[in-house]
């Protein structure tokens, strides 16, 4: 149902950006090499260039020349002679080959190639466009961009790109207990730790967070925050949704005439999660989450499905959680009516080739940020399994 209503967004309106300032923003227009990638015919060794068949005679070649990264192409190769030639270098005109520095003998200005090695056409070489053609499009609109994306754009000579603008994400924390945190809290109450975790995963996925001061659990402090937050193109509102005396958000959200699309789901931690839309100011509708409070369960939520809306809202259809699967180290129970999303970590770094493995981590449940933090990801237990095996190849949430 999120993703469905993820699709509904209007499209983004773009600014220009420099590219050493692109990281986290997408992309709003399709990229194209400005000319043929590698531009010339490049060495990807120290070596020697030359033809592979007179190399493959294990004859001396006499060296004709020598050329390093930055030089003007030079050649042609002349029959019988070999070019000295180093990585990134463009290849002299003739030469189909490299070979290797470590697999020549190189004495008295000529030089031969090694038995038993031998050199296959092209071999060291990538030829002139291999990689792309001067004109074609490499990287497309909706890019999320990583620095792998950046070197392509720079090698390719976009200075500045045009990227999406960042969507504006309200982030509404409410509770009576909650105090900003550099406040000392007194007895009973907490520091408001969901307002800039909130704004952290919402700055990653690639928006724009604005945290609001916290509601308190009365109507009017409610009614007055949520008018200010629907001018933000989508809101995170957390606390104050489940069957409690002070759970005020539900009834807060339908006197500014909100459209709620379910109000809860068969996930453990995040059951009570709302969500819906609302109309601001200039008309535009807007799509809310109402987290359950507690900083596992609106971390879990976030990422399962507030995370698309904000994808579509950024540009990205991609967007949205990211999955894995592992090897699982201990048995863990399952529940009959609630996939079960348990902060585990996950050892990524197998040095011996095994399976990544996840264990799940010992937690006092979903106000647990001690154990979350100890935690890189969310053990997935679907529905109405009673138990998963040690052993067993499980799917893991990434966070
Ligand atoms: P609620 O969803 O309002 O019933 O809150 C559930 C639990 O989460 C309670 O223990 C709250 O104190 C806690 N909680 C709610 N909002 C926050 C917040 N912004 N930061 C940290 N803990 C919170
Ligand atoms: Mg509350």
Do not use: Y
């Amino acid at each position: 149902m999120v993703a469905a209503h993820a699709r509904l967004g209007r499209p983004p309106v773009s600014e220009r950006v420099e590219l050493g300032d692109a990281a986290g923003r997408v992309l709003a227009e399709s990229l194209s090499a400005d000319r043929d990638q590698p531009p010339f015919p490049r060495s990807t060794r120290d070596g020697f260039a030359c033809r592979a068949e007179e190399a493959n005679k294990h004859k001396p070649l006499k060296v004709a020349g020598s050329i390093h990264a930055g030089q003007a192409p030079a050649g042609p190769l002349p029959r019988g002679a070999a070019w000295e030639i180093m990585t990134g270098a463009p290849v002299p005109a003739g030469a189909d080959a490299v070979a290797m520095v470590e697999h020549v003998e190189h004495s008295g200005g000529a030089v031969r190639l090694l038995p038993p090695r031998t050199l296959e056409p092209g071999e060291n070489i990538v030829p002139q466009g291999a990689e792309a053609r001067a004109g074609d499009e490499v990287l497309s609109a909706g890019t999320h961009l990583g620095s792998q994306h950046i070197a392509l754009a720079a090698a390719c000579g976009h200075a500045t790109i045009p990227v999406f603008r960042r969507p504006r994400v309200a982030i509404l924390t409410t509770g009576d207990e909650l105090v900003p945190v550099a406040s000392k809290p007194a007895p009973g109450q907490i520091r408001n730790s969901n307002g800039v975790m909130l704004a952290a995963l919402v700055a990653r996925a690639g928006g724009d967070p604005w945290i609001l001061p916290t509601a308190r659990d009365d109507d009017r402090s409610l009614d007055e925050a949520l008018r200010e937050a629907v001018t933000a193109d989508m809101l995170l509102i957390t606390g104050g949704v489940s069957a409690g005396k002070f759970d005020l958000v539900e009834p807060a959200l339908a006197r500014i005439g909100a459209r709620f699309h379910f109000t809860g789901v068969r996930i453990q931690p995040g059951k009570p999660l709302v969500f819906g839309e609302l109309t601001g100011p200039s008309k535009t509708r807007k799509n809310f989450f109402g987290l359950p409070g507690n900083p596992i369960s609106s971390a879990a939520t976030f990422l399962l499905f507030g995370s698309r809306i904000l994808g579509a809202l950024v540009g990205c259809q991609q967007a949205g959680p990211r999955f894995a699967l592992a090897r699982l180290a201990k048995n863990v129970k399952g529940k009959p009516d609630l996939t079960r999303f348990v902060p585990s970590v996950c050892d990524f770094n197998s040095a011996g080739g095994e399976d990544p493995e996840v264990s799940t981590v010992a937690s006092q449940g979903s106000g647990d940020l001690a154990s979350f933090s100890r935690s890189n990801c969310f053990l997935v237990v679907p529905e109405g399994t009673d138990r998963l095996h040690a052993g067993d190849v499980v799917r893991i949430l990434l966070h």
